[in-house]
């Protein structure tokens, strides 16, 4: 049963605009959310991250909304520029258990056209 | 900048052979994950060391796969023997004590089994 589902493979955004990447999760315990962007044939790199006390945090171009109720979060690029392009993994933990573990969705392949 | 060193980046072997992955953390930290990521997939941990003690091996496939760290600093993950599923990147990650939610992925090992 997968736990955090991001159920977009691939989006295409125009360079400029905005790119909307979502991310449902089924585990109320988890309490820390991240995205990673990963380049082929690279390891993931840290974007972004949100604690559930927060619904919003930004930095940069990039922000994430957490909304609990619906256990769904999102991330936002304004504007999406061609450098933008990779895949973006939605991950979560649940901090209080002292595991830190991360659990992944499949992942959101993003491509910004110019 | 400090990273997370892993080898080799590339492994083509046959199947029934041994392979062998390397990784070497963010010098002092106690963590460290090794996480596999089949292609189209998110990466799945596989194994967690705090210092030189698995805190978690559930997802492990333990006839075949063995991981230790024995001086609590790098780390090796063996396959042997290997099978054609097991085609995958190998993804070591690690986190300091002062954690701040993400974990720092290593640039990974391709394996490719034929």
């Known amino acids: 049963d997968q736990q955090v589902k991001q159920n977009s493979p691939s989006l295409s955004v125009q360079e400029g605009r905005i790119s909307i990447l979502n991310c449902d999760y089924t585990?109320?315990?988890?309490?820390?959310f991240l995205w990673y962007k990963k380049y082929p044939a690279e390891g993931p790199t840290f974007l972004i991250s949100?604690?559930?006390?927060?619904d919003k945090n930004e930095d940069g171009r990039f922000t994430v909304f957490l909304n609990k109720s619906a256990k769904h979060l999102s991330l936002h690029i304004v504007p999406s520029q061609p450098g933008d392009s990779a895949v973006y993994f939605c991950?979560?933990?649940?901090?209080?258990?002292?595991?830190?573990?991360?659990?992944f969705g499949k992942g959101t392949k993003l491509s910004v056209i110019p | 900048e400090a990273e997370v060193a892993q080898s080799p980046r590339y492994k083509i072997t046959e199947k029934s052979q041994a392979v062998a992955f390397w990784c070497d953390p963010i010098?002092?930290?106690?963590?460290l994950y090794w996480y596999r990521q089949i292609l189209g997939q998110g990466p799945e941990l596989l194994v967690q060391?705090?210092?030189?003690?698995?805190?978690?091996d559930s997802q492990l496939p333990k006839d075949r796969f063995s991981a230790e760290r024995l001086k609590g600093v790098d780390s090796t993950l063996k396959i042997q023997p290997a099978e054609l599923g097991d085609s995958a990147m190998y993804l070591c990650?690690?986190?300091?004590?002062?954690?701040?939610?993400?974990?720092?992925f290593g640039e990974g090992s391709r394996l490719t089994v034929l």
């Open positions: 990650a690690s986190k300091g004590a002062k954690y701040t939610g993400e974990l720092f």
């Open positions: 585990n109320s315990m988890f309490d820390y």
């Open positions: 060391f705090q210092d030189e003690s698995v805190v978690d």
């Open positions: 949100i604690s559930s006390i927060k």
């Open positions: 991950a979560a933990s649940v901090m209080g258990a002292g595991s830190y573990q991360l659990t």
């Open positions: 010098s002092g930290h106690a963590t």
